[in-house]
């Protein structure tokens, strides 16, 4: 499948019947088409194709380095609101760690080049600690730090991946990197009870992320539909609460589109 195709697929999903072409209403031949073979089944080489432009949005776009400033932005005001105020609990930021505060954008564009799919070439890119801090990252949470905030990473790396992981934010200069406040998967996916640990000793100002599940056990396990619905939901909680971070590569949202896992 070409690289055409693949953005054929994904115009077909959003449009639906109605093709890639809304002039005359009815679906165009190309998007029947591909309707057609999405149900057939995909390779990993296929699936690397529909993930190109979403690698080369997310690692060469001003608007994504933007989306991160301004997402970082918000932080920091919300710290500065949380301390004009009185709280009960000792003070708590939780972040999830990749496309959030690490960039994989190497291993993104590497799983292009090779036609893999994400997870292939994982753990050896891991193991590199190479990962640098995405913008507005690093700066954020020495802000964070110096004001006292208690800085928690809650990521779906493999526990496995703890040594490498600490050894990467640490030679980052990521603060508080230590195992105490590094909480990697250990079983489940899901992270509400990792997030509910920190909630019993901490008032969480605000969580950060690139996957609605990096911020409330409602999104786990929901199809798109539903989980867009939540999202309507919760709605005055992103800006504020909840900072949703751009990721047009991979999440949960993928395994519903043709080819995904």
């Given at each position: 499948m070409n690289y055409f195709a693949g953005l054929l697929i994904v115009c077909a999903l959003v449009l639906g019947n109605a093709g890639c072409s809304a002039k005359d209403g009815k679906q165009s031949r190309e998007a029947a088409a591909i309707?057609?073979?999405?149900?057939?089944?995909?390779?990993?080489?296929?699936?690397?194709?529909?993930?190109?432009?979403?690698?080369?949005?997310?690692?060469t776009s001003g608007e994504a380095k933007a989306l991160y400033?301004?997402?970082?932005?918000?932080?920091?005001?919300?710290?500065?609101?949380?301390?004009?105020?009185?709280?009960?609990?000792?003070r708590a930021i939780v972040l999830d760690l990749d496309e959030t505060v690490l960039d994989n954008g190497p291993y993104l564009s590497y799983m292009v080049e090779k036609g893999i799919s994400f997870g292939s070439g994982w753990g050896?890119?891991?193991?590199?600690?190479?990962?640098k801090p995405l913008p507005g990252a690093l700066s954020f949470l020495k802000y964070a730090d110096k004001k006292g905030i208690d800085i928690y990473y809650i990521s779906n790396r493999d526990e496995k991946y703890m040594d490498a992981t600490?050894?990467?934010?640490?030679?980052?200069?990521?603060?508080?990197?230590?195992?105490?406040?590094?909480?990697?998967?250990?079983?489940?996916s899901s992270k509400e009870a990792r997030r509910q640990t920190v909630e019993k000793n901490y008032e969480i100002i605000a969580?950060?992320?690139?996957?609605l599940g990096d911020f409330f056990k409602?999104?786990?396990?929901?199809g798109?539909?539903?989980?867009?619905?939540?999202?309507?939901?919760?709605?005055?909680?992103?800006?504020r609460k909840f900072i949703v971070f751009p990721n047009p590569v991979y999440g949960d949202w993928e395994h519903e589109l043709p080819c995904g896992s």
């Open positions: 309707n057609t073979v999405a149900h057939s089944g995909c390779t990993a080489k296929q699936k690397a194709e529909q993930t190109k432009m979403g690698v080369a949005w997310y690692r400033y301004q997402g970082y932005n918000i932080g920091k005001q919300r710290i500065e609101e949380s301390l004009k105020t009185k709280v009960k609990k000792k050896a890119w891991v193991k590199k600690a190479k990962a600490l050894r990467n934010l640490k030679k980052e200069g990521i603060p508080q990197a230590v195992r105490s406040h590094v909480l990697l998967q250990i079983g489940t969580l950060f992320g690139d996957n409602t999104f786990d396990g929901k798109n539909k539903a989980r867009s619905l939540e999202a309507d939901r919760f709605r005055h909680a992103f800006g």
